[in-house]
């Protein structure tokens, strides 16, 4: 089997993609912030989201899922409001009105925003967006929100992640918030690209999609276990919140199945996989 320096290979994705993708997300920034044209709320929200995913990423470093997961909403919020307030009157309108409360709140509730935004994603010039159906892309939204309100509300999730802590079964969940933090963060460097209509340059995301199953290669396998399954029930309180421990229980299942196809397909096609990796060395050496 060929061999495979997981170290190595991280620091091509991190100067390919991470380092890229955070040079341009600053250069875009900086071309904004004296664009008249680009409303200035829209501009210290784009710009306070880049202080705050700054800041996820050293919670994530800390293995905060707490801390992190309430600052990505945070992010995620700016980043949707900073978007949809430049381009849609009513909205601004009401953004910038105080009196407004829940009750006479009708542009700025944030499910109305994510319906509004997932059209701001259809218009950005990538593959990414625009191969989705619109339907897929708000469901997708909303599923991304809920799961950063589970951290962020004093919900029995925080008490979940303080007991798995204590055992020290977390780095399954710093996977997943990983996976959210980099799919925020391309999300910002698209709609900051798009603000710029400077799209002559395009980061190459086939390293970010490499970087998921090197990101994989951290969780540590032991906690993918029945027993583990069981604690997570018993935290959860299973009797009553079935559904959601279910379900979870699936996404374990799942990500086990991807991890044992992935073994299994680097075992069975050494000389494919070693092709890759061969490739993304000899674009690094360029």
């Known amino acids: 089997m060929a061999h495979f320096d997981k170290e190595k290979f991280k620091n091509i994705i991190n100067k390919k993609f991470v380092c890229l993708i955070n040079d341009k997300i600053d250069e875009y920034l ?8 680009i409303r200035i709320e829209t501009i210290n929200l784009l710009i306070q989201a ?3 995913l700054k800041n996820v990423n050293t919670f994530i470093y800390k293995k905060e899922v707490v ?3 309430s600052l990505l909403r945070s992010a995620f919020e700016n980043i949707i409001m ?3 307030i430049n381009n849609h009157e009513e909205t601004y309108k009401e953004f910038i009105n ?4 829940e009750e006479t709140r009708k542009y700025t509730k944030q499910q109305k925003l994510r319906n509004k935004f997932r059209k701001v994603l259809k218009n950005i010039k990538t593959d990414i967006f625009n191969e989705i159906n619109s339907r897929k892309i708000r469901d997708m939204l909303n599923e991304y929100y809920d799961k ?3 951290f962020t509300h004093s919900t ?3 008490n979940a992640i303080a007991e798995l802590n204590k055992n020290n079964c977390i780095t399954l969940y710093v996977f997943a918030l990983k996976i959210n933090y980099y799919f925020l963060l391309i999300v910002y460097y698209l709609c900051l690209r798009m603000l710029t209509k400077y799209y002559d340059s395009e980061i190459d995301f086939n390293y970010a999609w490499l970087g998921i199953f090197v990101l994989m290669s951290d969780i540590n396998k032991e906690e993918l276990t029945e027993e583990n399954v069981n604690r997570l029930k018993s935290i959860l309180y299973f009797e009553i919140n079935k559904k959601y421990v279910e379900n979870s229980r699936n996404e374990i ?4 199945r991807e991890m044992n196809e992935l073994n299994k397909e680097i075992e069975s096609n050494p000389l494919i996989i070693a092709e890759i990796l061969q490739k993304v060395m000899d674009e690094d050496e360029k």
Not at 98 to 101: E, H
Not at 253 to 256: A, H, S, T
């Open 82 to 84: 900073g978007m949809i």
């Open 30 to 37: 900086n071309i904004i912030s004296k664009n008249k044209d």
């Open 156 to 158: 029995l999730i925080v």
């Open 67 to 69: 801390d992190a997961n």
């Open 253 to 256: 299942e799942g990500l086990k």
């Open 148 to 150: 950063l309100c589970l």
């Open 50 to 52: 880049h202080s705050t």
């Open 98 to 101: 105080l009196s407004i409360n």
